[in-house]
């Protein structure tokens, strides 16, 4: 069964760094996100990418994040400058039509030191 | 705003019994989707069991089943002859454009 794979499992990086998490949808896929678990709490939502654009995002997702989707197959998460506070599990996901469900990755576990 | 609401931090089971976990949610859409993820300690998200809203019967995937009352909106799952690999984090998401998860349910199984 396909899945969506995400690179690397764990990344660790120092505060102000620059870190790209990333993913690989499943292939006919056309529906893209990127959510957020800090250890212990719920699953975030952080943005949603259809069509080449980002079709909605949260609060969370500022000027210090970015995504792209370089050559149809890769999709990437870039924060700019970690903080402390980006320490969680990030995990990718996608559809292949609006009403079908998620595909979730395994996660990628950054840690900011 | 949707929302979802898990009144459950934790419940606990024994072995081959049944056990009902919460949920309920709030949403002014009236096409939505409603699913049950499971999280185990791997903290991989897997799919348990998906409800369309349109649909008045209520989904079942083997062991799992779920109590859809929409006019509530509450979707509860149940898990029948509960195994020790069922033990871990459930989330219950509501999917309007974007999925919406509840802060999960931790489910012990007990020999």
């Known amino acids: 069964e396909p899945e969506v794979t995400q690179t690397p499992s764990h990344q660790v990086t120092q505060m102000g760094q620059e870190v790209i998490l990333r993913c690989v949808p499943i292939s006919n896929h056309l529906y893209f996100y990127w959510y957020r678990q800090i250890l212990g709490q719920k699953v975030e939502f952080l943005v949603s990418?259809?069509?080449?654009?980002?079709?909605?995002k949260s609060e969370i997702f500022d000027d210090q994040f970015s995504v792209e989707r370089p050559d149809g197959s890769n999709f990437t998460l870039k924060i700019r400058s970690t903080k402390l506070e980006d320490s969680a599990m990030y995990f990718c996901?996608?559809?292949?039509?609006?009403?079908?469900?998620?595909?979730f990755g395994n996660g990628t576990r950054l840690t900011v030191t | 705003a949707q929302t979802v609401t898990q009144s459950q931090p934790e419940m606990s089971v024994q072995e081959a019994e049944t056990v009902t976990l919460s949920c309920t949610y709030d949403t002014s859409e009236s096409d939505y989707y409603l699913f049950w993820y499971k999280q185990p300690p791997s903290r991989q998200m897997i799919l348990v069991i998906r409800q369309e809203a349109y649909k008045q019967q209520n989904a079942t995937e083997n062991r799992f089943s779920v109590n859809f009352q929409k006019a509530a909106k509450s979707f509860s799952l149940k898990i029948s002859d509960s195994q020790l690999g069922d033990a871990a984090m459930y989330f219950c998401a509501l999917d309007t454009d974007k999925l919406i998860f509840g802060t999960g349910t931790r489910l012990q199984v007990f020999p």
């Open positions: 990418f259809y069509n080449n654009e980002i079709s909605e």
């Open positions: 996901a996608s559809k292949g039509s609006y009403n079908s469900p998620l595909h």
